[in-house]
């Protein structure tokens, strides 16, 4: 479920600030893979093990942030350092 224009335009990334885009499709997968690949963690350190179905990304594209059932799950300790692993 597409996260409304509105919502979006104010929404920011809790950490740094910037503002969030929906995390295009190619990322997405190879998120996922990486994900499958059990080489995933979050920002707490605890491995992410669910693959994403939507998420939000930073405007540096560092940090993602996933969606779940459309709802943003913007929590500092869950954010997906993307930077890390190279995506």
């Keep these: 479920m597409p996260i ?3 919502l ?4 920011c990334c809790p950490l740094s600030r910037q503002p969030l885009q929906m995390l ?3 990322r997405l997968d190879t998120l996922n893979a990486a994900i499958a690949a059990g080489s995933v963690k979050q920002h707490d350190g605890a491995a992410l093990s669910q693959t ?6 930073t405007a540096d594209g ?11 799950v913007l929590l500092i300790e869950e954010a997906i350092e993307l930077d890390l692993l190279g995506l």
């Design 4 to 6: 409304d224009k509105r």
């Design 8 to 11: 979006l335009d104010i929404l």
């Design 24 to 26: 295009p499709r190619e």
């Design 52 to 57: 994403v179905s939507e998420a939000l990304v």
């Design 62 to 72: 560092k940090r993602a942030y996933r969606i779940d059932d459309g709802i943003p």
